[in-house]
Structure formats: structure tokens, C-alpha cells
């Protein structure tokens, strides 16, 4: 009977990790590389000027009052977000009037050069945002459709997650084993210590990810069992609003930001600030709220201070009043986004998920690594179904990171005026994807693998050099400049060319040691040895 | 965080010493079976003990979170030294968590 459950869920297992698969590696790695989001835009905009060390948070409130002021007139709120380890440049941002007939107004927001003061014009780009929304909001399909399709996918992840653990029969005497094996042993190996190592961080973000959506998905709920009033009851107390303050149109001078800020750095006691909000500015009732780092992933009412800017006085604000539901709900989201981390814990974030999506991959290729002796048997070369999950593979695991190094190749190649560039950067991204996607189609299975590996070691390699050619943002000047953010961009993409580099070179020692060890058994002349025979007489050719 | 990542390390090498296979691998002499006896509740003593500190330097909601981002890094580094480099992992576990007190950077995560 226990057996027989095992077995069942073995199978179950198998088949919804290989029917989902590809879309939850495209989700997982997107989603990873989310994390970097405002690292990953900031080096698509090369026209925002370096990092400026030596300037303290009062010199660079000044500059963005200056601004405002010249530039924001008549807006109710301004907010200034100031330089932080992910974004080095000084940002300020404001919301106008609505316009008849709807409810808010347009937010405008620009970067502002700190040495002139001035506002920086960037290339039109997608940026990190629009890669990291490609994995909930699958880009060409309609919101509500692919809101389905990532729950969905999200789903049967939370079923494999807890099957896995299901039919791992060793999880603790092999909790720390891995044996670099050949084949199957070796792929099962790889599948389960990536399972098992990260295995909070895997329920984690499949079980908060279908949160996101819980009103699409619990539709029913939500449509039969509540009615309008209720809904926005619950949604209130979810995400619970404080008013702000309002203007009276009565015109008043206030207190530099600057000097505000000092209540704030005595509230906290430290000099770690990370956003200010301006209500009714240049108004008598004038407030400025600062908001530090996050240090709560739910809601720290001290990380805000808020202040009456035309007296100076600390304002004493009710705190926020979360249900426990709320708490939960909101908490689930920072976890999943990583809101609170810091650079260290942010590194961690990507390894886990890319850990997540190297598991989604070894998964993959554990279906057909496992399959490949018994098919090759076959007399007429193997099925349909296998070959097209072969292809698959290939075209998505490999061809998918080198999709996205030609979505920043086309932030960088494309010209700059053209019309329609931010949608044409993910265009060239999709068409690269599905151009890899079928190529495997013609080539015979290891050397597509082979061959994709190496090209995506090439592009990876080759990008920064590009950005050489293109920018004066690139490589050298950023370790000049000490610009840190930007030099990791451009290092980690060197990093992840020579991990391609290698898998190539790995993989093509792996194929010639396993045919010369096939043809010192020297089997019968089958099949599939002639086939072996004509790939090496191509290779050999090529060589 | 780092300081998390460097303790979470020698406390999965004690676990991992106290299985047989493992212990094979990484030591070349004998070891006491009393010795033995003591990996494991001193590898969830000090479990506990970084626990505490996580809690203790980044507060109940993030603490937890970050421990176990640095328990996977720990587990992860380990796995790959016990296939590669199985050798060096006690001189690694002794070293770590020196480091980790001796440095001078201030925490930040």
C-alpha cells in the first residue's frame, strides 16, 4: 500500500514537472532576476551620470528641492527617493492633478544629474521592470489570461514541491550527498540536493506567488460569497490607507528638507535615509514624511518620521492598523520580493532562485535522461514525444538565458529614436527565444546542446564589450569610478559567459569520453551505432 | 549575514560528521565513538545559538528569513566540498567562524 502511494506520486510528480516545466523555468528565472530589477535598469539607462561619493543626504536633499521647486509647481505631493546601494542615482518624482474624469493624476518621475542639477533624458527601455513583470504578466497575453496560466503553473510547482518531498525516500541520510556521477545517478543527484538545500525558499515563493492573485483565483469566493461593500472592507484592511495631509491653498514658507531632516536622524539615530515624501508642499499645511530601509517585513511604524514642515515639529502619526490577516498577507509579499533585503541577503535571494531554476531544469533533464537508453533502442530512433521534450529543453534551459542577453543587446544596439523601442527590446527577445526554440528541431540532440551552450557563452562574454563600444557607462570607467552597482552588472554577466563556457567545455569532454568508451566495448553493429558513427565521422569532419 | 552564513557552516559539518559515510570522507583517522555521541547535539546547540543571533541582530520577522537564505548557502557549499575538495572542510569549519567574529566590517545585511 505504501509503496503503491509512492508510486503513484512518483508518477504524478514526473508528469506535472514535465507539463509545466518551461513556463516555471521561464517564471523562476525572470522572477530571479527581479531581484536585481533597479540594478538591472539602471544599466539599460547608460545615460544617468556615475555615482557621486562624498555627499551627504542634506547636500543631495537640497538638490532635489531645487529642482522640485523649478520644476513641480501646483502638485500636491513630491517624493524624492534618494541614492541607495541599488540605485545610485538621485530620483525625484510627483504626481499632477487629475484630469477630468479620472480619479488620479499622471506621476511623472526623472532622475536628476546631482553635479548640474538637471533633469538626465534616458533612452526609452523596459528596463529590469518590464523582465521581472514578464513573470507573472506573460508578455504578449492578456493580464487576466496569464494571471490563469502563472496560477495554473504555480499550482502543480506547489503539488511537485510537496510530492518531491513525498518520494524522496532519503531526505536526511542523503541530505548532504551528491555524487558526481555520469547519467542518471548523477542528474538525480543534481535534482535532489537543489530541492532539498532550498527547499523553504522553494514552498515559500510558490505558496506566497499564488497569494498575489488571490482574487482572480478564489473568483468564486470573492464573486458569490461577498458583495462590493464587503470586498472593499477586506481590501482596506489589507492595505490600509492613512490620509494624508491636504492643501488648503493657503501659501506658507516652509523649513528647507534639509533641516527637517534632522528631527528624523534623531528619531532613528543613525543617517540611513532612504525616501521622503512631501504632502501640500509650499502650503500651511505643509508635511514631510522620511522613510528609512525597511526594517520589518511587515511594518515597522519607526521607520517613518513625520514632520510639520512649516513649524518643524515632529508630527506624532497614528501607525497603521494591520489586522493579523493583513499582517500575514503583506508579509507573504515582502518574503517573496525580498523587499527588506540588503545586498547581502538580496546575492542570497538570486542564488535561491536560481537554485529554484536550475532544480525546474535538472527536473527537465532527468525526464529524458531516464528515458534515453530505452528510446535510443528504438528502431526507428526515438518518439515524437521524446524528441520534442529533447527540443524543448534545449531551446529553453539554455536558449532562454541567451534570449534575455539579446534583450539587453537590443537596449544597447537598437537605435536609439526608433519608434516603439521599449516594445521592440522585448520583441528581439522573443523572436531570439523562438528562433533557439526550434533550431534544435535540426540537430541532432547533443550537438544543439553544444552548440547553444557555446553561443550562450559567446553573447554573455561579448556583452560587455559591447557596452564598451556603445557607452562610456561600461566596464573599465565603472572600477574607475568605483561605481560598484553598475561594474557588478557587467561582472556577473562576464561570470555567468564563463560558467557557459565551461558547461561547453564540460559537456563536449563528457560526449567524447562516453564514445570512446563505447567503442572499446565494440558492440554489434545496431543502429544506433551506425547513427554514433556518422556523428563522429561530422565531428571529426569539423574538427 | 555573513557572520549567519559562517556559523551555519561548522554546524552542517557536525551533522554531516555524525553519518558514517560522511565522516569517511572528510577524516582520515579513527574518531572516539564518545566524540561521535557529541556532533549532533552540539551541531543543534549551536543551530540554536545562530538562531538566536539572527534574531537577535535583524528582529523576529526578517531573523528567521535569513537564516534560512544562509543555511542554504552553508548546505550548498558543503555538498559541493564533500564531492570536490572533501578534505578541506574541517579546516574550513574552524576557520569560518573566526572570521566571522574577527571581522571588523560592520554587520550590515
Same mark, same amino acid.
Given at each position: ?42 544599466? !539599460? ?40 546601494? %541599488? ?30 542639477? *538637471? ?172 522613510? %528609512? ?135 528581439? !527577445? ?20 553544444? *552548440? ?16 564598451? =563600444? ?74 | 549575514?555573513?557572520? =549567519?552564513?559562517? =556559523? ?10 555524525? !553519518? ?25 546547540? =549551536? ?51 573566526? !572570521? ?10
Amino acid at each position: 500500500m505504501k509503496d503503491n502511494f509512492r508510486q503513484s506520486m512518483k508518477w504524478f510528480h514526473t508528469w506535472v514537472g514535465l507539463i509545466v516545466g518551461w513556463i516555471l523555468f521561464f517564471m523562476f528565472l525572470t522572477g530571479t532576476l527581479g531581484y536585481f530589477y533597479q540594478e538591472i535598469t539602471r544599466w !539599460m539607462e547608460p545615460e544617468r551620470p556615475f555615482i557621486e561619493h562624498n555627499i551627504s543626504n542634506e547636500q543631495l536633499i537640497n538638490i532635489a528641492q531645487t529642482y522640485l521647486k523649478k520644476n513641480a509647481q501646483d502638485v500636491d505631493e513630491w517624493d524624492i527617493d534618494l541614492p541607495t546601494a %541599488r540605485n545610485q542615482n538621485l530620483r525625484v518624482g510627483w504626481r499632477h492633478p487629475p484630469e477630468a474624469g479620472k480619479k488620479r493624476g499622471r506621476y511623472e518621475s526623472s532622475v536628476v544629474d546631482i553635479a548640474t542639477g *538637471e533633469k538626465v533624458e534616458s533612452r526609452a527601455t523596459g528596463g529590469g521592470r518590464l523582465l521581472y513583470r514578464m513573470h507573472y504578466r506573460l508578455h504578449y497575453l492578456s493580464t487576466k489570461i496569464s494571471y490563469w496560466i502563472v496560477g495554473f503553473c504555480s499550482m502543480l510547482m506547489l503539488l511537485a514541491v510537496i510530492t518531491g518531498v513525498v518520494i524522496h525516500k532519503k531526505i536526511f541520510t542523503d541530505f548532504f550527498t551528491f555524487r558526481a556521477k555520469k547519467g542518471l545517478p548523477g542528474w538525480l543527484d543534481i535534482h535532489n540536493v537543489l530541492s532539498v538545500i532550498a527547499l523553504p525558499f522553494h514552498f515559500m515563493i510558490t505558496y506566497s506567488g499564488l497569494l498575489f492573485f488571490l482574487f482572480t483565483y478564489m473568483a468564486l469566493s470573492t464573486n458569490l460569497q461577498t458583495n462590493e461593500d464587503e470586498y472593499r472592507e477586506m481590501r482596506k484592511e489589507i492595505y490600509p490607507r492613512t490620509p494624508h495631509a491636504q492643501s488648503t491653498n493657503q501659501p506658507a514658507k516652509m523649513i528647507d528638507i534639509s533641516v527637517l531632516y534632522q528631527q528624523a536622524k534623531n528619531s532613528w539615530q543613525a543617517d540611513e535615509l532612504s525616501t521622503i515624501e512631501v504632502f501640500a508642499a509650499n502650503d500651511s499645511n505643509a508635511q514631510v514624511r522620511f522613510v %528609512r530601509h525597511e526594517t520589518d517585513i511587515t511594518y515597522n511604524p519607526n521607520d517613518e518620521v513625520l514632520v510639520n514642515a512649516i513649524t518643524g515639529e515632529m508630527i506624532t502619526h497614528t501607525p497603521r492598523e494591520y489586522t493579523a490577516a493583513g499582517i500575514i498577507h503583506n508579509g507573504f509579499f515582502s518574503l517573496h520580493e525580498g523587499q527588506f533585503a540588503g545586498p547581502i541577503a538580496r546575492w542570497i535571494y538570486f542564488f535561491t532562485g536560481l537554485i529554484g531554476t536550475a532544480m525546474i531544469a535538472s527536473g527537465l533533464i532527468l525526464w529524458t535522461t531516464k528515458r534515453k537508453p530505452q528510446q535510443m533502442k528504438k528502431p526507428n530512433g526515438p518518439d515524437f514525444g521524446y524528441r520534442l521534450v529533447e527540443q524543448l529543453n534545449i531551446g529553453t534551459i539554455v536558449g532562454l538565458p541567451i534570449a534575455i542577453a539579446m534583450y539587453f543587446y537590443a537596449n544597447r544596439l537598437l537605435p536609439i529614436d526608433m519608434a516603439d523601442r521599449v516594445n521592440w527590446e522585448a520583441n528581439v !527577445m522573443f523572436i531570439s527565444w523562438a528562433l533557439l526554440l526550434v533550431y534544435p528541431a535540426f540537430r541532432p540532440a547533443n550537438k544543439a546542446w553544444h *552548440e547553444q551552450l557555446q553561443l550562450a557563452a559567446l553573447v554573455y562574454i561579448a556583452l560587455p564589450l559591447v557596452n564598451i =563600444l556603445t557607452t562610456d557607462k561600461h566596464l573599465i570607467n565603472s572600477l574607475l569610478q568605483q561605481d560598484w552597482g553598475l561594474a557588478a552588472f557587467d561582472l556577473t554577466l562576464l561570470g555567468v559567459g564563463c560558467c557557459f563556457a565551461f558547461s561547453a567545455y564540460k559537456y563536449k569532454a563528457l560526449t567524447v569520453d562516453k564514445k570512446t568508451s563505447r567503442q572499446r566495448v565494440k558492440q554489434d553493429k545496431s543502429v544506433g551505432n551506425e547513427k554514433l558513427l556518422q556523428l563522429q565521422r561530422v565531428s571529426k569532419g569539423n574538427g | 549575514m555573513l557572520i =549567519l552564513i559562517c =556559523l551555519c557552516f561548522p554546524a552542517m559539518v557536525l551533522l554531516c560528521l555524525a !553519518m558514517n559515510k560522511h565522516r569517511e570522507q572528510v577524516l582520515t583517522q579513527t574518531v572516539p565513538k564518545l566524540m561521535i555521541r557529541f556532533f549532533r547535539p552540539l551541531a543543534w546547540l =549551536l543551530l540554536m545559538f545562530t538562531a538566536y543571533l539572527s534574531i537577535e541582530l535583524f528582529g523576529w520577522s526578517i531573523g528567521p528569513a535569513l537564516l534560512f537564505g544562509a543555511l542554504t548557502i552553508a548546505v550548498l557549499l558543503l555538498t559541493l566540498l564533500l564531492t570536490y575538495r572533501a578534505k578541506i572542510v574541517p579546516q574550513l569549519a574552524i576557520v569560518l567562524p573566526f !572570521m566571522a567574529s574577527l571581522s571588523v566590517v560592520p554587520i550590515n545585511f
